[in-house]
């Protein structure tokens, strides 16, 4: 798959096969997100891996957008170390942006995934931190559900494509 292809037909999958997903794969998408830019280079990324069933159904009794963790084959916790991060304004988007890259190597390797947002609504106390045993030095930035996904459900057309949006050199000029 060419990237800008894969770009274009990733979509979040919330349906899905009950085909079980190989460890060395969730290793191979780990690896994708030490691809990512990072602000200052802080690299405060930390992953969790979750293929238990129990813990899944448990994460996604106390996740409002997250049920379907119920039924996925393996979820990725992603989360950053609160003591090497040198530039906290940026934290979102450092870790959006290898968030991004495991969503597009999964879809490039046929996998569905769909990311849940848990930062910044939860707080320290928060079930998740709790139930994982995290550190206070250690927050969750959201989680990442992973499974085949049932390839019988048509991909959906993304309606979000607007011309209008670009502009040029002047935000007046199109
Ligand atoms: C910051 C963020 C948080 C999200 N949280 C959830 C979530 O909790 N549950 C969910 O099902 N989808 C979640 N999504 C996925 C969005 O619903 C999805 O990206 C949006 O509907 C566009 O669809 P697409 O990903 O197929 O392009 C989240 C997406 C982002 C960027």
């Not at 009794?61 to 379907?68: I, T």
């Amino acid at each position: 798959m060419k990237l800008i292809e894969g770009i274009r037909s990733r979509r979040s999958i919330r349906n899905f096969s009950e085909q079980p997903l190989a460890p060395f794969f969730i290793q191979e998408l780990l690896e994708c997100w030490m691809y990512a830019p990072s602000a200052h280079n802080q690299q405060p990324r930390e992953f969790l891996v979750i293929q238990n069933k129990d813990h899944l159904l448990r994460l996604s009794q106390h996740l409002k957008f997250g049920k379907m963790l119920a039924q996925a084959n393996a979820a990725i916790i992603t989360c950053f170390n609160k003591t090497i991060i040198t530039d906290p304004a940026f934290i979102q988007q450092d870790m959006s942006a290898c968030t991004q890259n495991i969503l597009l190597a999964a879809h490039e390797k046929g996998v569905g995934a769909v990311r849940i947002g848990v930062y910044p609504l939860n707080n320290p106390g928060h079930f998740l931190n709790t139930y994982l045993q995290l550190p206070d030095h250690i927050d969750i930035f959201n989680i990442i559900a992973l499974w085949y996904p049932d390839t019988t459900v048509p991909l959906r057309e993304k309606s979000c494509i607007k011309p209008e949006k670009i502009h040029r050199e002047t935000r007046e000029q199109q």
